[in-house]
């Protein structure tokens, strides 16, 4: 991702490694139309 799309942020927030990846993978979906997740457990139940 290039450097000037990154945003400063101020909030500190304790987060598991599950939620950390969940929100980490969303963000770069809703950045780039070529990033995708496939795989076993992939979905809203998984």
């Known amino acids: 991702m290039p450097s000037d799309t990154l945003e400063a942020v101020s909030e500190i927030r304790e987060l598991s490694y599950a939620e950390a990846v969940r929100e980490a ?17 992939v979905g809203v139940y998984g």
């Open 25 to 41: 993978l969303g963000q770069a979906m809703e950045a780039d139309e070529r990033v995708f997740l496939f795989g076993e457990d």
